[in-house]
């Protein structure tokens, strides 16, 4: 865990700038070849929702703004806050929940314990006390969609960035989502995500 220092970090007049916006969580929308992900899942009967949502993570969690939170009054880059969350619709079925998963490197265990967690879940929310969220994750797997927002947080110090993307297209045998980002603009600015794209599409290029 690292402290940061306004006195001497860089995005300081930033981050002081747009604490003074009563809701600074602002969202872009973007669109992302999937191809080689999708394919990927299926060669290796994964989950694409959970792969892919693997995939944004690892890409995210290379880039330190967002692993910003703040703790005890201190804005702090953290790698403890490693939960990946997701809602989750079982077929058949008309209500979802919210799957909370621990980030791990193996794309495989990761799966797998997202299906376990979805077998024993039995209410709208994980049993989990770890609420060390590191990105929530959703989908619209009905629609395609330009634009998006979510549910917005009444605390300034919210941090969790918002990842959704919508129904699979085809395109010139290609496969692509609309991927919708909403992050504080306190911390994060369009050149971080942009950052976040090229990294998403880097890992998705990869795949193997």
Same mark, same amino acid.
Request: charged letters at 30%.
């Given at each position: 865990?690292?402290?940061?220092?306004?006195?001497?970090?860089?995005?300081?007049?930033?981050?002081?700038?747009?604490?003074?916006?009563?809701?600074?969580?602002?969202?872009?929308?973007?669109?992302?070849?999937?191809?080689?992900?999708?394919?990927?899942?299926?060669?290796?009967?994964?989950?694409?929702?959970?792969?892919?949502?693997?995939?944004?993570?690892?890409?995210?969690?290379?880039?330190?703004?967002?692993?910003?939170?703040?703790?005890?009054?201190?804005?702090?880059?953290?790698?403890?806050?490693?939960?990946?969350?997701?809602?989750?619709?079982?077929?058949?079925?008309?209500?979802?929940?919210?799957?909370? /998963?621990?980030?791990?490197?193996?794309?495989? %265990?990761?799966?797998? $314990?997202?299906?376990? #967690? *979805?077998? !024993?879940? &039995?209410?709208?929310?994980?049993?989990?006390?770890?609420?060390?969220?590191?990105?929530?994750?959703?989908?619209?797997?009905?629609?395609?969609?330009?634009?998006?927002?979510?549910?917005?947080?009444?605390?300034?110090?919210?941090?969790?960035?918002?990842?959704?993307?919508?129904?699979?297209?085809?395109?010139?045998?290609?496969?692509?989502?609309?991927?919708?980002?909403?992050?504080?603009?306190? /911390?994060?600015?369009?050149?971080?995500?942009? %950052?976040?794209?090229? $990294?998403?599409?880097? #890992? *998705?290029? !990869?795949? &193997?």
């Amino acid at each position: 865990m690292k402290i940061i220092n306004l006195k001497t970090w860089e995005r300081t007049e930033f981050y002081k700038c747009f604490c003074k916006d009563k809701n600074p969580m602002y969202g872009i929308t973007t669109k992302i070849d999937i191809t080689n992900v999708y394919n990927f899942a299926k060669k290796n009967n994964l989950s694409f929702y959970f792969t892919f949502g693997h995939l944004i993570f690892k890409a995210l969690y290379k880039i330190e703004e967002f692993r910003i939170r703040k703790i005890k009054n201190k804005l702090v880059v953290t790698d403890d806050y490693k939960i990946v969350s997701f809602t989750s619709l079982k077929k058949d079925e008309t209500m979802f929940k919210f799957i909370d /998963i621990e980030y791990c490197d193996d794309v495989f %265990k990761f799966c797998e $314990n997202a299906k376990q #967690e *979805i077998e !024993k879940q &039995k209410g709208l929310f994980s049993t989990s006390q770890n609420h060390k969220y590191g990105v929530f994750y959703s989908c619209t797997p009905w629609f395609e969609f330009s634009a998006l927002s979510n549910p917005k947080s009444r605390d300034k110090n919210d941090f969790i960035p918002r990842i959704v993307w919508d129904k699979i297209s085809n395109e010139n045998n290609k496969k692509f989502v609309h991927l919708s980002f909403e992050v504080n603009h306190r /911390i994060i600015d369009g050149l971080l995500i942009s %950052k976040l794209i090229n $990294n998403i599409n880097e #890992e *998705i290029y !990869k795949l &193997k």
